[in-house]
């Protein structure tokens, strides 16, 4: 097996590993040290985690910065407000902190929830590798929304250190008590590469009041977006950007709706010229 060209442990380890079989994963890479260089690249470009593993994942890549840079498809697949963490010293990423924190406050609040197994605070500090393609998660907390929308708006530090503008696909899962306010995902609309989005439970505004965030503004013509499904009810949060995919390739668009708004919905649809509108009634 050693004598392999590195193509061919490649395409094995890839037709037999599953993104959630560490074990596995991890016995293939102590089988030598020429596995270990090769496989390890492939085994962290779609990496998929439950709730607990995440203080892992972002400790051994704060151990071996390098592959950080393979990491492109991330799942979060199950998710839990706190976990039992081991006692860790958190201070080591305190200047990670500090380089995406805007106040000494924050950096403070930020420590805090590390240290208390804070699932949202740990997933957050993953979001600011700079590869990421593709991410599904069910959740979003504090600090991911903090951390996204500081990133699609190019806050600082992120106007010279941009994360998320590999982001093509993203995905949203919702449990039954848990709900978004629309406008919390409008800065990621921001982002160019954004090429699919897929929002459960998105609860929209009866306010049109509540339908805008300082600091994002929408100009047409400016989003790619070609999927869009969303499930919500009222009238404000996401007509904004609807609006915005005007002429440009928004292909397809699928809500899961009450009647409310809809006459104005439907209005705004027919207006940008969506070739493919799917609406479903709620009883």
């Not at 079989?21 to 998929?48: E, G, H, N």
């Not at 958190?90 to 804070?118: M, P, T, Y």
Request: charged fraction near 20%; charge should be positive; include cysteine.
């Amino acid at each position: 097996m050693n004598k392999l060209p590195h193509e061919a442990l490649i395409m094995i380890a890839q037709s037999t590993f599953e993104p959630w079989d560490f074990k596995f994963r991890i016995s293939l890479l102590l089988a030598s040290r020429r596995w270990r260089s090769v496989l390890l690249p492939t085994f962290y470009s779609q990496v998929r985690l439950d709730g607990p593993q995440i203080m892992s994942l972002v400790v051994a890549l704060k151990e071996n910065p390098s592959n950080e840079s393979c990491i492109n498809i991330l799942t979060l697949w199950s998710y839990n407000p706190r976990f039992k963490a081991a006692t860790h010293n958190v201070s080591k990423f305190r200047s990670w902190i500090k380089d995406i924190s805007h106040s000494q406050a924050e950096v403070a609040e930020w420590e805090d929830e590390l240290e208390k197994g804070n699932n949202d605070a740990w997933f957050a500090l993953l979001l600011t590798l700079k590869c990421i393609a593709i991410f599904h998660s069910k959740f979003g907390g504090k600090f991911v929304r903090c951390i996204v929308s500081r990133a699609a708006l190019r806050e600082g530090p992120f106007e010279s250190m941009p994360i998320l503008h590999q982001l093509g696909f993203l995905k949203i899962v919702a449990n039954y008590r848990t709900t978004y306010q629309a406008k919390e995902f409008l800065p990621l609309f921001l982002l160019q590469s954004l090429k699919s989005a897929d929002l459960d439970g998105v609860i929209e505004s009866h306010s049109p009041n509540d339908s805008a965030i300082p600091g994002v503004r929408f100009v047409p013509r400016t989003l790619s977006t070609v999927f869009l499904c969303l499930c919500g009810n009222g009238r404000y949060g996401m007509m904004d950007l609807i609006s915005s995919c005007r002429n440009r390739t928004l292909e397809h668009f699928e809500w899961q709706h009450t009647s409310t708004g809809l006459r104005e919905i439907l209005q705004t649809v027919s207006a940008e010229n969506i070739p493919h509108f799917t609406f479903h009634a709620k009883a």
